[in-house]
């Protein structure tokens, strides 16, 4: 079984510019994840998809951040613009479902997106 | 205020010596437990779950962690430790329940010594 895929793998821009990364979920899989992981820390949960629609995004900073998941498989994290403080690693998972079986809260994770923003 | 926390930042143990890294939570409700490994470079792998019954919970690559309600804790445990072990480990918690999201702690960097 194919994990999730995430691409790039890094990427270097300067602050102000724009920045995409896509996530591939584990086939079959109705739930992904957007974390962020600054340095040090634990990943923090930006975006929450069931399907193509948006469960949870109480913390994704609305004014520059965008996520998208149109057919409800592959989804796309956009940052317009960057700040410094978004250097971080950009974590996509994704898990079978949001169904009363505990087993649907497994997450499997991606290899991430290390963001640089200089 | 809720929160997962896990007090050890960094630890170091020689290889073949037992380990014990912590993670407590503020949570009223009895809340999904999970430990995750996350070696250099990589993304964060499961090493094991609880959801109920059972208080202590066997994972992968030789892992155990046992919930302590009374403690509010969930520690992991390995009793001897390989050398390949080295990594960060976080502790993660869905604190109601259905319905509510992963919440991490901040993570245990492990190293192992020769």
């Known amino acids: 079984e194919a994990g999730v895929a995430q691409s790039p793998r890094y990427k270097i821009i300067e602050k102000r510019q724009s920045v995409a990364f896509w996530c591939n979920p584990i086939?079959?899989?109705?739930?992904l994840y957007w974390y962020q992981q600054i340095l040090g820390q634990g990943p923090k949960l930006l975006i929450q998809?069931?399907?193509?629609?948006?469960?949870?995004d109480s913390q994704l900073p609305k004014d520059r951040f965008s996520a998208e998941r149109l057919k409800g498989v592959d989804s796309t994290l956009k940052i317009q613009p960057a700040k410094l403080e978004d250097s971080a690693v950009y974590l996509c998972?994704?898990?079978?479902?949001?169904?009363?079986?505990?087993?649907?809260?497994?997450?499997?994770f991606g290899p991430g997106t290390r963001l640089t923003v200089t | 205020a809720q929160s997962v926390t896990q007090p050890d930042i960094h630890i170091t143990v020689s290889e073949g010596a037992s380990l014990e890294l912590r993670c407590n939570y503020s949570?009223?409700?009895?809340?999904?437990l999970f430990w995750y490994v996350q070696s250099p470079g990589q993304g964060l792998q499961l090493l094991l779950k609880?959801?109920?019954?059972?208080?202590l919970v066997q994972g992968i690559k030789g892992f155990e962690a046992e919930f302590k309600r009374s403690q509010s804790s969930f520690n992991l445990r390995k009793p001897s430790v390989h050398w390949s072990d080295a990594a960060e480990y976080f502790c993660?918690?869905?604190?109601?329940?259905?319905?509510?999201?992963?919440?991490f702690g901040p993570g245990t960097r492990l190293s192992v010594l020769p």
């Open positions: 998972a994704s898990s079978p479902g949001w169904t009363w079986n505990p087993s649907s809260y497994e997450q499997y």
């Open positions: 086939s079959g899989h109705a739930t």
């Open positions: 998809f069931q399907n193509n629609g948006v469960v949870d």
């Open positions: 949570y009223g409700a009895t809340p999904y």
């Open positions: 609880y959801f109920s019954g059972d208080t």
């Open positions: 993660a918690v869905v604190p109601g329940g259905y319905g509510q999201n992963f919440v």
